[in-house]
């Protein structure tokens, strides 16, 4: 096992680490507020949302003192990014989703948003959103790394930078097709299930996560879209960085540590909100109607 692997292996421990902590922060801290209000008080979405962001912190001071590579500059950036995407999921929302049920009684046709199949729908098709965003912005990155190493290979002598005989230039080679081969198999059999089951995402992901965004965008709407577009803004910095950075190395792995680590960090933040959710409407169910 290379030092790089080691590094990187670890780097995925302390951020399952830092998952489970978030997690256990999001079981512990409703039940704190659970005597005596018959819905949460706002300091339970301020406290979750800051312990988070605290946690969010520490981590990136973790991964900053292993010496991965990144730059001080660049996890200051994602330790920013990553912090209003903990403060949107862990505060704004939960706590526009109460707001909202003030308002109105949620519809339990649709999907009962006090069940754990609720949240299941909803979390993977915004987890799906968030992912889709941020492979983007990697892919992007990416190609400009590899011209920045065309460019450079194409100054260096024929022997330096043609690689032949070399085990090293062949590996990338192999491995995408590997890579393709899987993802063939994958949409194959999305694409078989999704013809013969197509209405399971429609009514199961798509008017869940419809009705998800319909209540929470009527209540604090502009706050939480210019919080996820902060957001988007630090995460594009942060990725230019990593990738500048990777081509003064010369290590196209740096990046790619960087973009698994941000997916994996967006799929916990996910998990902690699903787990603070099932939480709080297991001390304080919201108010639901069914259509008849």
């Not at 929302?93 to 909803?122: H, K």
């Not at 500048?244 to 740096?254: E, K, M, N, V």
């Amino acid at each position: 096992m290379t030092t790089g692997t080691k590094s990187f292996s670890t780097l995925m421990v302390s951020v399952v680490l830092f998952g489970l902590a978030g997690s256990l922060v999001a079981v512990m801290v409703p039940p704190y507020f659970a005597t005596g209000p018959s819905r949460p008080p706002f300091a339970v979405f301020l406290m979750a949302g800051v312990v988070t962001v605290l946690l969010t912190a520490g981590l990136f001071a973790v991964v900053d003192r292993m010496g991965m590579g990144f730059g001080k500059t660049a996890l200051a950036l994602a330790a920013g990014y990553n912090a209003l995407i903990a403060t949107v999921k862990l505060g704004l929302a939960p706590a526009a989703l109460y707001e909202a049920n003030q308002e109105q009684s949620f519809d339990a046709g649709i999907a009962d948003p006090n069940s754990a199949w609720f949240y299941l729908g909803v979390g993977s098709a915004v987890l799906i959103l968030y992912v889709a965003v941020f492979c983007v912005m990697y892919a992007i990155f990416r190609r400009r790394f590899r011209r920045r190493a065309e460019a450079q290979a194409s100054a260096a002598p024929y022997w330096a930078s043609s690689g032949v005989g070399s085990p090293e230039a062949e590996e990338p080679g192999n491995r995408r097709g590997v890579i393709m081969v899987v993802v063939g198999v994958i949409l194959g059999v999305v694409l078989i299930a999704g013809i013969s089951l197509w209405w399971v995402p429609v009514f199961f992901v798509g008017l869940p996560a419809l009705a998800y965004l319909s209540y929470i965008f009527t209540t604090f709407g502009a706050v939480i879209v210019i919080a996820l577009g902060l957001a988007a803004v630090l995460a594009w910095m942060t990725f230019d960085k990593v990738e500048r950075r990777a081509a003064g190395l010369g290590d196209a792995t740096l990046l790619a540590s960087f973009f698994w680590m941000g997916l994996a960090l967006i799929l916990l933040y996910h998990v902690m909100w699903a787990v603070f959710l099932l939480t709080l409407v297991s001390i304080w169910p919201f108010q639901t109607y069914t259509p008849k």
